[in-house]
């Protein structure tokens, strides 16, 4: 069983919509969340950034954690044609430094 | 610089041979990570710098595999006899101390032929 699970999709949406992406993770020891969003052929690019559980939003986006299920989400309200990339979730546990540790990423296509 | 910079962004690569790819993180950034990224996958950890130091190669699959920093800056990933399943993109990121939010590159597409 891998660390981070994430569906990847591909996930089809009208433009408007309201998006809704997971992760659940198996380590107690994450504490810091993170989306990412990648364009084709881009490296990714940092989304949102949570430490612990609660909700965070910027604009459009929300991101929520729920540490006791282990299981973090990317809402992205108003969806827009340029919000198509794979949106990948990323956590990493206390210590400073350390690695990373990656879902495999969602897919996202929002349809004019 | 105002970014992580990778080259080369493209590698082609006759499968044997070895490949260097470069990274130059953002200035003053003490942590620098390398990533494989395979088709359709998500980023798959390959070694972590801080400093000049190595504290976490983990990720490397196979002893073809090595990476260095020089001057807490620049790092060069390289592969020796390349084969097939090398081909991916390589990804380096970097942070400061103090943060957790970190910054990747564009990415070092290689492929093997």
Redesign the interface.
């Known amino acids: 069983q891998k660390e981070?699970e994430?569906d990847?999709g591909p996930l089809s949406v009208p433009e408007g919509a309201i998006v809704s992406l997971n992760c659940t993770y198996s380590n107690s020891a994450f504490q810091?969340f993170?989306w990412?969003r990648q364009y084709s052929?881009?490296?990714?690019?940092?989304l949102m950034?949570t430490?612990s559980s609660g909700n965070k939003e910027d604009g459009r986006f929300t991101a929520q954690v729920d540490k006791s299920s282990k299981y973090i989400s990317l809402f992205i309200r108003d969806s827009q044609p340029s919000d198509s990339a794979t949106y990948?979730c990323?956590m990493?546990g206390y210590n400073?430094?350390?690695?990373?540790?990656?879902?495999?990423?969602t897919e996202l296509s929002v349809k004019p | 610089g105002a970014g992580?910079s990778q080259s080369p962004s493209n590698k082609v690569t006759e499968k044997g041979k070895d490949v260097e790819l470069r990274c130059d993180p953002i200035s003053g950034h003490t942590?620098l990570?390398w990533?494989r990224q395979s088709l359709?996958?998500?980023?798959e950890?390959l070694i972590?710098f801080?400093g000049n130091s190595a504290?976490?190669k983990s990720?490397l699959p196979s002893d073809r595999f090595s990476a260095e920093r020089t001057g807490g800056s620049v790092s060069t990933l390289t592969i020796q006899r390349t084969q097939q399943e090398d081909s991916a993109v390589y990804?380096c990121a970097s942070t400061t101390?103090?943060t957790?939010?970190?910054?990747?590159?564009?990415?070092s597409?290689l492929t093997v032929v």
């Open positions: 981070v994430q990847p810091y993170m990412y052929r881009k490296g990714p690019e940092l950034y430490y990948l990323a990493k400073q430094g350390g690695k990373l540790i990656f879902g495999q990423g | 992580v942590a990570y990533y359709g996958q998500g980023l950890f972590y801080q504290p976490d990720g990804l101390l103090g957790n939010t970190i910054y990747f590159g564009e990415g597409w």
